[in-house]
């Protein structure tokens, strides 16, 4: 599957639905040493992260009425951290905007299993299983930043190079959020792959906030 724009949305967090798959995936041998030594290597600098089933991307379904199916399989969640081919693994990114629109970005801890101390347009991680891409979202802005949206939607499905499927959003946060000043930085700030990822799923236009 080439890297590319699978889908584009925008969908509201009611029209995206997560189909999961019984059978996990077996990956190759070289996949499973891949996993591995990643997991180990994430140990040796202090990381909490742990091994666990999260998803792997299979297909997808565009609806009529404008929903979009997610079909996913359960999978090695170390997966998604080998570089040159993470084996369809889904991960999701929650960009993020204050009421008057502004990006807002936090740089990442060192510690975390994906571009550590870089900075990122919000929220972002893998999709555990069991989960809709959408609910991750939720899940990783409460976890990594401490907030609620006041509106969460789903902007676009992306295949990168690494064979990693991202499913991209957009939060915007409700008026009087201003603990996240220290947090707003220019969009260019923000580490390439992510940026680039944001901007594949923003709306052309302004959004408003009502």
């Known amino acids: 599957m080439a890297p590319g724009i699978l889908a584009r949305g925008p969908w509201s967090a009611d029209q995206v639905t997560a189909r999961w798959a019984e059978e996990i995936f077996e990956p190759s041998p070289q996949m499973t040493a891949d996993a591995d030594a990643a997991v180990a290597a994430l140990a040796e600098r202090g ?16 609806g009529d009425d404008g929903r979009l199916t997610i079909n996913l399989q359960p999978s090695r969640w170390s997966l998604r951290l ?17 009421c008057e629109g502004r990006w807002l970005a936090g740089r990442r801890a060192e510690w975390v299993a994906s571009w550590p101390g870089r900075w990122a347009l919000g929220a972002g991680g893998a999709v555990d299983f069991g989960e809709s891409p959408v609910e991750t979202l939720a899940r990783e802005l409460e976890e990594e930043w401490s907030v609620s949206a006041a509106e969460l939607r789903g902007e676009a499905l992306v295949m990168l190079p690494n064979a990693m499927v991202m499913f991209v959003g957009q939060a915007w946060l409700a008026e009087g959020v201003d603990d996240l000043q220290r947090r707003q930085v220019l969009a260019a700030e923000a580490h390439a792959q992510l940026r680039h990822a944001a901007v594949l799923g923003a709306r052309r236009g302004q959004h408003e906030v009502g």
Do not use: K, Q, T, Y
């Open 82 to 98: 080998n570089a040159s081919d993470a084996a369809n693994s889904v991960a999701a990114l929650c960009a993020v905007r204050d």
């Open 47 to 62: 990381s909490p992260s742990h091994d666990g089933l999260g998803a792997r991307f299979i297909s997808h379904e565009l």
